[in-house]
């Protein structure tokens, strides 16, 4: 299955369409792609494996791993298929799950999916690689099974494990549910081989029914625990999409494996961002997500064009004063090209000659303290646009694609309809600070510090790449824009 999988990508990957293809962000060589998994640094390079389906651009086939490689997270090199669907216990997909380093080799640890006659079941296997190319099945796969669940678990939803290792121990975490509620298990290991139910990390009965993909990382001042939830309630603002990304902040108690953890928190607050993943290198921690959102229309699949999905810029993650940072890894800055830099004082609705494009970073430091409502349009042509807007009387900062060129349908129950997301927003002294990367198809947002994201896709016409500013009362602008040229 491997061979056949990577000759059809070897003769195929040239006919897809790369209309709304980004040019430094993640996507598949053809076929789909969803959640992120493996990733890693292994022997000097980074490692992203992922949920893939070579032979058609929907996920209605069992999933394979796609492999890629990359010194830098933004210039990736496709690698062969890492794993196929070929065995009993994931006939029905190699689901996602996370890898991890112990000497020369890299193990990765995924969730086997069957689904036979109306009886599902999810276990958790085992690969392992001494080159970081090809991959073994360990022969006494799985390695968590049924009988290894406690009395009320549900192993028709019971995936997505994490593995890391603490003063001399392994961990686990996974995913899964019990009537009533959604939680997360703690299984440990003293080899990577055999492993035991420790206890439910966290669980709650008000968080949505399956948590998928669940994180830990330890920083120096907090804990995190980052989950994907499936119908998580929505607040006010916050997790309005139908799934969410979730983050808490709190305490590992590994004594008991529970960990006793802070309010749920929305990881990013955008249309298009699931099933986070992130790489802990000591000082480093990384994160990458899928770009995309289930229960929405898949519009370069739709279109035929032979592809679907790709992962958000990887970002770095810090911890200040409780608050949860996220910033663009610092490479991307080293495809920079053609800088071009406007100060202005602006009232109404204006252009700016050279700051155009949909492959760009643009930097906008806004003095909003005479201002009402200040707006970037992107994605600009003849009655499309996608706004980011500060609204001060309001207090809020949201994202709109309403008025962009495709629309794109939603799961019914969901209060961002699948187009504007919206959020409490107060910048510092007045000083409104946004960071925003333009990739074809996608526009993802850092305001302030980190401290808020926003990320979205957005479809368009050929040459919708005007950017357009404009205010209500008076708005001192410093603009930045580069184009981002990865070649």
Same mark, same amino acid.
């Given at each position: 299955?491997?061979?056949?999988?990577?000759?059809?990508?070897?003769?195929?990957?040239?006919?897809?369409?790369?209309?709304?293809?980004?040019?430094? &962000?993640?996507?598949?060589?053809?076929?789909?792609?969803?959640?992120?998994?493996?990733?890693?640094?292994?022997?000097?390079?980074?490692?992203?494996?992922?949920?893939?389906?070579?032979?058609?651009?929907?996920?209605?086939?069992?999933?394979?791993?796609? &492999?890629?490689?990359? !010194?830098?997270?933004?210039?990736?090199?496709?690698?062969?298929?890492?794993?196929?669907?070929?065995?009993?216990?994931?006939?029905? %997909?190699?689901?996602?799950?996370?890898?991890?380093?112990?000497?020369?080799?890299?193990?990765?640890?995924?969730?086997? &999916?069957?689904?036979?006659?109306?009886?599902?079941?999810?276990?958790?296997? @085992?690969?392992?690689?001494?080159?970081?190319?090809?991959?073994?099945?360990?022969?006494?796969?799985?390695?968590?099974?049924?009988?290894?669940?406690?009395?009320?678990?549900?192993?028709?939803?019971?995936?997505?494990?994490?593995?890391?290792?603490?003063?001399?121990?392994?961990? @686990?975490?996974?995913?899964?549910?019990?009537?009533?509620?959604?939680?997360?298990?703690?299984?440990?290991?003293?080899?990577?081989?055999?492993?035991?139910?420790?206890?439910?990390?966290?669980?709650?009965?008000?968080?949505?029914?399956?948590?998928?993909?669940?994180?830990?990382?330890?920083?120096?001042?907090?804990?995190?625990?980052?989950?994907?939830?499936?119908?998580?309630? /929505?607040?006010?603002?916050?997790?309005?999409?139908?799934?969410?990304?979730?983050?808490?902040?709190?305490?590992?108690?590994?004594?008991?494996?529970?960990?006793?953890?802070?309010?749920?928190?929305?990881?990013?607050?955008?249309?298009?961002?699931?099933?986070?993943?992130?790489?802990?290198?000591?000082?480093? *921690?990384?994160?990458?997500?899928?770009?995309? @959102?289930?229960?929405?229309?898949?519009?370069?699949?739709?279109?035929?064009?032979?592809?679907?999905?790709?992962?958000?810029?990887?970002?770095?993650?810090?911890? !200040?004063?409780?608050?949860?940072?996220?910033?663009?890894?610092?490479?991307?800055?080293?495809?920079?090209?053609?800088?071009?830099?406007?100060?202005?004082?602006?009232?109404?609705?204006?252009?700016?000659?050279?700051?155009?494009?949909?492959?760009?970073?643009? !930097?906008?430091?806004?003095?909003?303290?005479?201002?009402?409502?200040?707006?970037?349009?992107?994605?600009?042509?003849? %009655?499309?646009?996608?706004?980011?807007?500060?609204?001060?009387?309001?207090?809020?900062?949201?994202?709109?694609?309403? *008025?962009?060129?495709?629309?794109?349908?939603?799961?019914?129950?969901?209060?961002? !309809?699948?187009?504007?997301?919206?959020?409490?927003?107060?910048?510092?002294?007045?000083?409104?600070?946004?960071?925003?990367?333009?990739?074809?198809?996608?526009?993802?947002?850092?305001?302030?510090?980190?401290?808020?994201?926003?990320?979205?896709?957005?479809?368009?016409?050929?040459?919708?790449?005007?950017? &357009?500013?404009?205010?209500?009362?008076?708005? /001192?602008?410093?603009?930045?824009?580069?184009?981002?040229?990865?070649?």
């Amino acid at each position: 299955m491997l061979e056949e999988a990577d000759r059809y990508i070897a003769e195929n990957a040239s006919k897809t369409d790369p209309m709304y293809r980004g040019e430094y &962000h993640f996507t598949p060589p053809i076929g789909w792609i969803n959640d992120p998994n493996g990733f890693t640094y292994f022997r000097g390079e980074y490692h992203i494996f992922y949920q893939f389906n070579p032979y058609g651009s929907t996920n209605a086939a069992p999933m394979f791993w796609g &492999h890629a490689k990359s !010194k830098d997270l933004i210039r990736w090199t496709h690698l062969p298929v890492a794993l196929a669907p070929d065995r009993s216990y994931d006939a029905d %997909g190699c689901w996602s799950g996370s890898a991890i380093v112990v000497g020369e080799r890299l193990y990765l640890f995924y969730t086997g &999916h069957y689904d036979r006659d109306g009886v599902r079941v999810q276990t958790q296997n @085992m690969a392992y690689s001494d080159d970081g190319i090809h991959f073994t099945k360990y022969e006494n796969n799985p390695v968590i099974g049924p009988e290894q669940l406690p009395e009320g678990t549900s192993a028709a939803d019971f995936r997505d494990p994490y593995v890391w290792e603490q003063d001399g121990k392994y961990y @686990m975490l996974i995913g899964t549910m019990e009537t009533g509620a959604a939680k997360v298990q703690l299984y440990e290991s003293d080899d990577l081989f055999g492993w035991r139910y420790k206890s439910d990390f966290l669980r709650s009965e008000e968080a949505g029914y399956c948590w998928e993909c669940p994180n830990y990382v330890d920083f120096e001042e907090a804990e995190l625990f980052a989950f994907s939830a499936v119908v998580f309630p /929505a607040g006010d603002y916050a997790f309005h999409n139908y799934n969410s990304s979730v983050y808490a902040l709190g305490e590992f108690d590994r004594e008991s494996g529970t960990m006793q953890a802070g309010p749920f928190l929305e990881m990013d607050a955008g249309l298009d961002f699931y099933a986070e993943q992130i790489l802990d290198r000591g000082e480093q *921690k990384i994160m990458t997500a899928w770009m995309n @959102m289930w229960g929405r229309s898949y519009v370069t699949s739709q279109l035929g064009h032979g592809w679907s999905g790709s992962l958000v810029l990887p970002r770095l993650l810090s911890v !200040k004063d409780g608050t949860l940072l996220q910033k663009p890894v610092p490479t991307i800055a080293e495809y920079y090209k053609n800088e071009v830099r406007i100060e202005d004082r602006l009232s109404g609705t204006k252009e700016y000659e050279g700051v155009s494009g949909s492959v760009v970073h643009l !930097k906008v430091t806004a003095d909003v303290s005479a201002s009402d409502v200040f707006t970037v349009s992107v994605f600009c042509a003849d %009655g499309v646009h996608t706004d980011i807007t500060y609204d001060k009387t309001k207090g809020t900062i949201s994202f709109d694609r309403s *008025k962009s060129g495709i629309a794109v349908s939603y799961e019914p129950r969901e209060r961002s !309809k699948a187009r504007v997301r919206t959020m409490p927003y107060a910048p510092e002294n007045d000083t409104l600070v946004l960071e925003i990367f333009l990739d074809r198809s996608s526009a993802e947002v850092f305001l302030g510090e980190g401290e808020l994201t926003m990320t979205s896709l957005s479809y368009n016409p050929v040459g919708a790449d005007g950017i &357009h500013f404009s205010s209500v009362g008076e708005t /001192a602008l410093v603009i930045e824009k580069q184009d981002i040229i990865v070649g």
